[in-house]
């Protein structure tokens, strides 16, 4: 096999060696099937029972009760920005709430414009999308048809570590980049949908958990496939689904659960995991400069600047030499950007750890 690397991309991301090995081991032929998931219909026996065992391990791992539907959709987080205000924000004469505090925030905001009334009730953007504001601060109308906010800005590295409280207002979250990091108080939630890519597998579907009370406010005469009461009558197969993408979230919430043990242990590992990075960070007398304040630090994506964008090009550069990958910043916000999501092993935290601690220690006098 060739040597793989340590991919710290923010998405299409890492995913276990293990789901991998699985998915190859079984490629020509799915035991039980002889024929390869990608040669199957997704209206066969075979098919369903992995979009059932997929749906069964995602309850399973998040606790969600049976008042709330899983669906698997396509067109990424990025249709459910369009998506979210077309069922429930249009015609309704009421506004929505939106939570900003970085780029993925500002672009769903941007598209229940066309639909209807906004208020941003918070936005980072006077500090720069460096933190997540406090539930005291959020000013949120009681009138509004749901509050959207984004639990983790992938570019930022901003994370909220507590579920907003919204009182009787629907919540709404992009979930993308923290999906399955930790457990969740499920029952808080209205709707949560996750692009796959980033924690729970690969391009090509997106994961949305919608309550019941909700998929009764949809209109009526909405396109269909973008009618999320359609697609749950349907249970995500009114047209073809993302058969293999499916798959393969099938194979990493099976890894959650038998070699992980669940959430709560997978959450103990991402803490561990970004601890020793924003230490690294914390006790580099200022040579490293995190992006986020402490308190709403990413256990996903840690980003930090160094004194110049020389020394950010020549950090990127070396580490490569060490099989450190994609540690390249956004392209909006510049700097050092390490995503660790759940498949990122304490190894290659280590290591990038280790080569941050030499660098510094070989170019800190240039400061
Ligand atoms: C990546 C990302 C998106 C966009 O996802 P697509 O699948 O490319 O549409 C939206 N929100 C968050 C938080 C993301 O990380």
């Known amino acids: 096999m060739e040597k793989r690397i340590y991919n710290f991309s923010a998405g299409p991301a890492v995913l276990p060696l293990e789901v991998l090995e699985t998915a190859q081991r079984d ?16 209206r066969s026996k075979g098919f369903e029972q ?5 749906e069964a391990n995602l309850r399973q791992l998040l606790q969600i009760p049976a008042n709330y539907q899983v669906l698997f959709l396509q067109g990424g987080a990025t249709l459910q920005f369009s998506m979210l205000p077309l069922n429930f924000l249009r015609g309704t004469n009421r506004p929505s709430d939106y939570i900003v505090t970085g780029t993925w925030g500002i672009k769903a905001a941007k598209e229940a414009q066309r639909e209807g009334e906004v208020c941003l009730v918070w936005d980072g953007k006077s500090t720069n999308y460096r ?29 909220f570590s507590e579920t ?70 349907n249970k995500s197969l009114y047209n073809t689904p993302p058969t293999f993408s499916i798959y393969i979230v099938m194979l990493v919430t099976r890894w959650l659960k038998q070699t992980i043990g669940g959430l709560s242990n997978i959450a103990a590992l991402n803490q561990q995991k970004a601890q020793l990075l924003y230490e690294a960070i914390d006790q580099s007398d200022g040579f490293y400069r995190g992006h986020a304040q402490p308190d709403s630090r990413s256990m996903m994506n840690v980003t930090w600047r160094l004194p110049t ?18 540690l390249k910043g956004h392209r909006s916000v510049g700097g050092i950007r390490a995503s660790i999501y759940n498949a990122m092993p304490l190894a290659g935290i280590l290591a990038l750890r280790d080569f941050m601690l030499e660098f510094q220690a070989s170019h800190a006098e240039m400061k």
């Open 27 to 42: 490629l020509v032929a799915l035991p039980g099937t002889g024929m390869s998931v990608l040669e199957m219909s997704h």
């Open 50 to 54: 992995i979009i059932e065992e997929t």
């Open 131 to 159: 933190r997540v504001p406090h539930q005291n601060e959020l000013k949120l109308n009681s009138e509004a048809t749901y509050v959207h906010f984004t639990s983790n800005e992938t570019i930022e590295g901003v994370e």
């Open 164 to 233: 907003p409280n919204t009182g009787n207002v629907p919540l709404v979250c992009d979930m993308s980049s923290d999906f399955l990091a930790r457990p969740l108080p499920m029952e808080r939630y209205g709707l949560i949908y996750a692009g796959a890519q980033k924690n729970a597998g690969p391009a090509g579907v997106t994961v949305v958990i919608i309550r019941d009370d909700l998929l009764a406010r949809v209109p009526d005469n909405l396109h269909t496939m973008l009618d999320y009461r359609i697609q749950a009558k």
């Open 309 to 326: 964008p020389e020394l950010e090009q020549q950090f990127v550069k070396e580490a490569q030499g060490r099989d450190l990958y994609e």
